[in-house]
């Protein structure tokens, strides 16, 4: 009696697993099935709104490229002022004939500041060597430097140190030692001051349009934004409006939430995803085009070319396209919480 009950035992456990792996099985299958037809419903509402559907992905793609020219325009007008400080040095003028010697002494007091980078010198001889270098094309100067002349201008020629810093906008202590230390005083040529503000005016007009750029374009990309939301909210709004029948009969039947809000989202992420596409194909063109007429002017661009030449442009296109997925989930979101429940 024990052993028949025990085997009976063992027998509806079989089939009690057999049973649940069949359930299992049968739900997959029905969530794979509900998941494919929620797409195909997305799609088909897309191509029925197909107007609204088009200037909802205009906007969104409108929206993403000011997000990328925004993004853009900072990067590349900062990097550009960053270049620019850089290339900064300071030139300290000395009286024509200051020897190497006095040079090194001079190099060796200023190089204890700790925001000097760099420190080069040049005797008036030097200075005299890249004169003629510079201008050793001209005949009409090579012609008239003979010995004479040349005395007469090493004799004429200033000495000179010219400095990097790592901080061209924190120049107190060498100033103060330049102008003020005693060893600098002595041989300081007092016609020509040193040269502390060159390029800093054009450092801070290309700092201050970056600043603009960053703000004037997420408040232009904000506004779009709000507008590309607006339409696809109308878009999915009148989708509802348009099926509200259909959504009551769905609703009749049994069909869940989820199902009935899912070809409403599908519908907007289409939107996202072509606006993404179309989007990032428009920058990236329009940048490779503009970028030679940016570097004649001095905008340095590499660092985005560099992007958009690697492997990582894909990961462009696809921030492209998440963002106006993300876009256009979120506004179908707000309308369908808003109005499916009155249908």
């Not at 190497?100 to 001889?125: C, F, H, M, R, Y």
């Not at 909210?233 to 989820?258: H, N, P, Q």
């Amino acid at each position: 009696m024990v052993d028949q009950k025990a085997e009976s035992e063992k027998k509806l456990k079989k089939v009690s697993k057999k049973n649940l792996h069949t359930m299992q099985k049968t739900r997959k299958r029905h969530l794979v099935r509900e998941r494919v037809r929620i797409v195909k419903y997305g799609t088909r509402g897309f191509t029925r709104n197909i107007w609204l559907s088009s200037a909802a992905t205009a906007v969104m793609a409108i929206t993403l490229i000011i997000l990328f020219v925004t993004i853009v325009a900072s990067v590349i007008l900062t990097n550009t002022a960053e270049m620019m400080k850089d290339k900064i040095d300071i030139t300290i003028y000395f009286k024509p004939n200051t020897t190497e010697e006095e040079l090194g002494k001079l190099t060796e007091a200023i190089s204890q500041d700790p925001n000097i980078k760099q420190v080069e010198t040049s005797t008036s001889e030097e200075e005299y060597e890249k004169f003629l270098a510079e201008n050793e094309g001209s005949d009409e100067i090579m012609n008239i430097l003979d010995e004479d002349m040349k005395k007469m201008m090493v004799n004429k020629m200033q000495a000179t140190m010219r400095i990097k810093v790592y901080d061209v906008d924190n120049l107190d202590s060498i100033k103060k030692l330049v102008d003020e230390g005693e060893l600098f005083r002595k041989y300081t040529d007092k016609e020509m001051a040193p040269t502390y503000d060159v390029n800093r005016a054009e450092i801070a007009t290309i700092t201050s349009w970056a600043r603009i750029a960053r703000t004037g374009g997420m408040i232009l990309a904000a506004v779009f934004l709000v507008i590309s939301i607006l339409i696809i909210f109308s878009t999915i709004r009148m989708a509802i409006f348009s099926r509200r029948e259909e959504i009551y009969m769905m609703k009749l039947v049994g069909a869940d939430k989820s199902f009935i809000r899912g070809p409403f989202l599908i519908e907007a992420e289409i939107c996202g995803i072509i606006a993404g596409l179309i989007a990032a194909t428009s920058s990236y063109f329009g940048f490779k085009f503009l970028s030679p007429k940016l570097a004649n002017y001095g905008i340095n661009v590499d660092s985005i070319n560099e992007l958009l030449d690697s492997n990582k442009l894909l990961l462009v296109y696809l921030a492209f396209v998440l963002a106006g997925m993300l876009i256009g989930k979120i506004s179908a979101r707000l309308a369908v919480s808003r109005y499916l429940h009155k249908t």
